[in-house]
Structures are given as C-alpha cells and as structure tokens.
C-alpha cells in the first residue's frame, strides 16, 4: 500500500513553515511521497530533499502538477482518495475500512479553505476531531492510526544521521557515506 | 489530571502560525491552557482566543512569563515536567507511567533549537519517533497518546460554532448566545 498526501492551496509567503512540517510529518510518519500541487516552491522542496538526503528513507517530492489531474491519474490507477478536514467523518470509524482495502491511498491535506469540490471529488472526507486545530496535526493523527503505530519504528535506509534515544541530551549517530567509502576504496 | 502546554522559543516573525497552531492543538486534544513563555505575541493570542471564543470550552493563555519560574512553580505545585524532542525516549515506553500517575503536566514544546538546560529541567525528554518532523505533530500524538483517542470527542460547553460530521460538504451549527436570548426576554 503506497499512501502519497497532496498538499492543496499552498500559498509560497504564508504557508512555507505549515507546508514544510506537512511534508516533513508525510515522511516520519510512513507515507512515500509529496505532491505539491498546483504550484511551485523551490524553497520548500528543497529543505525537504535536505532532509531526506541526510535522514534517508525514500521519499518524492512533486511539485507543479494539476491537483485535479493528478487525483483523477491516482483513481484511474486504482487508488484511494482522502480529503482530511474538521467537517468530515470521524477517523475511527473509517479508518479499519481504510486499512482493510489496501488500496494506494493519496491523502489531500489543504490549507486554509479547500474548495468544496475537492470534498466531492475524494471518495473520503475525514475528520480528525472536530474542532479547529492543524493540517499537521491531522495528517500525523491519520497516519498514526492507518499504521496503528508502527511507523514510529520504521528505519530509514541509508540514513546519514541517526538519533540514539536518550534520557537527558542528545545522542547523534553520523555515518560514513556508502559512496564515498568505495570512492576511497578504488 | 491538568494539562498545560509551555511554548519555548517563540519568534514572533518566524513562529506566528507553527505557534498558533501549537496553541489550537493543544486546545482541540484535550490541554487546558497554553503558556508562550518568555515573549509576548498579541497576534498570536488574540486569534487563539478568538477560536476558544467561538468554539467554546475553557482553554487558558499565558504569555510573557519566564519558561523557568513557571516550570518551578509548576513542579512546586506537584506537577511533572515533559519536554517533547526527538532526541528523547519513545513515547510509547513512558506513556503507560505518564497515564498512571494521574499528576498535573506540563509539556514544553520547543521552537528550533531548545537549550540543552530544558532537557535537564525537564522529568521525561519524550520522542514521537526519531526522525525531524514538527512539534504541531508531536504534541498532537502525544496527547492522543495520553488520552488514548478519547480526546477527539470531547464536548466543548459554551461553543457558538459546531461541527455535524458529513460526508461530502459542510454542516455547521450556530448557536444562539445564552446571554443574548437572556437579554431579549428581559
């Protein structure tokens, strides 16, 4: 099951920090890729593949692309389509539905006012409580409870930083580039 | 058992919508106030007063106090002491011990870089997994983690905007103010 979430609405001057934590969450929390949609901004994409570059793990990062036409690829190739927002269903009651289907999922995750269309083009509108809180928040929520839990302990391939879990402080564990060890060794 | 949530590091430039986003999740999963230490932002605490005016519930806002003296006096008081960091011990280890001891807590969330002194105040360094993500997401697993997903259908009394679940769209409803309809029947 590949989960992929699509950022809608992203305004480059407001949104930069909301959108970088919304694909920094995508990634810790198990899902494959980001969709910047409809929009560019270097900015954020780049201090996201920082990130993965030093972390590790397999993570995409799109941007640019039609959000309609995307979704629509998405469901033409068998997938889900998931709008998270207050005024949805309650998470817990679709969420076993979700985790039974297997289908890929792409999880739409807007900022401040999605367009009401995107509540009828998503085969589920989900609600993570419904009170007014974070686009962040609601993601890490989703995710958490599509994977009961278990992303929290995933590994990340060729991670060049790792952190030891630790009581009091800080433990970093920096390692030596595969590449650049054979580069040597030749 | 009290929840606060003690934001550290704030700069109201950089900051405003990651922080007021701390301050509506801390709200909405179940923290009953939210304490901007060290800074005073108006922004940001009028637009979270503005959500707990119109969403109802009792959500307290502190600013401008020193991070220090309310932790003291925190811990005085009986409390414990959570910082939330990735560089911490796994949520799930310690979240049994956090659910028991039924004491007051606060839970400090950092902006960038926390002073390695917080991670020494602090009872428990705490991680929502390993890897950089957002302390918007932290605070929110853990707090679902804490109150075991009850805190998404917490009624929140006095709310003149509520939210009916639905599956494609939005419903709300408005309520009449108590004091209002009070002062037309006189």
């Given at each position: 099951m590949k989960v992929f979430v699509l950022r809608l609405?992203?305004?480059?001057?407001?949104d930069k920090r909301i959108t970088t934590h919304v694909g920094l969450v995508a990634r810790a929390f198990g899902a494959s890729g980001l969709v910047l949609a409809d929009i560019v901004d270097n900015k954020v994409v780049e201090s996201l593949r920082k990130v993965v570059k030093n972390w590790g793990g397999e993570f995409e990062i799109i941007q640019g692309v039609s959000a309609k036409k995307f979704i629509n690829e998405w469901r033409k190739h068998g997938g889900e389509v998931i709008h998270l927002t207050m005024?949805?269903?309650?998470?817990d009651y679709i969420i076993p539905k979700l985790r039974n289907s297997n289908k890929d999922k792409l999880i739409i995750v807007g900022a401040e006012k999605v367009p009401i269309e995107y509540y009828k083009l998503a085969d589920y509108n989900i609600a993570?409580?419904?009170?007014?809180?974070s686009e962040v928040a609601a993601l890490a929520i989703f995710l958490d409870r599509l994977f009961e839990g278990r992303e929290l302990y995933m590994k990340f391939r060729n991670a060049k930083i790792q952190v030891e879990p630790c009581e009091k402080g800080k433990k970093v564990i920096k390692k030596v580039e595969e590449k650049k060890r054979h580069n040597r060794i030749r």
């Amino acid at each position: 099951m590949k989960v992929f979430v699509l950022r809608l609405g992203h305004r480059p001057e407001r949104d930069k920090r909301i959108t970088t934590h919304v694909g920094l969450v995508a990634r810790a929390f198990g899902a494959s890729g980001l969709v910047l949609a409809d929009i560019v901004d270097n900015k954020v994409v780049e201090s996201l593949r920082k990130v993965v570059k030093n972390w590790g793990g397999e993570f995409e990062i799109i941007q640019g692309v039609s959000a309609k036409k995307f979704i629509n690829e998405w469901r033409k190739h068998g997938g889900e389509v998931i709008h998270l927002t207050m005024y949805g269903l309650p998470v817990d009651y679709i969420i076993p539905k979700l985790r039974n289907s297997n289908k890929d999922k792409l999880i739409i995750v807007g900022a401040e006012k999605v367009p009401i269309e995107y509540y009828k083009l998503a085969d589920y509108n989900i609600a993570i409580g419904h009170q007014p809180h974070s686009e962040v928040a609601a993601l890490a929520i989703f995710l958490d409870r599509l994977f009961e839990g278990r992303e929290l302990y995933m590994k990340f391939r060729n991670a060049k930083i790792q952190v030891e879990p630790c009581e009091k402080g800080k433990k970093v564990i920096k390692k030596v580039e595969e590449k650049k060890r054979h580069n040597r060794i030749r």
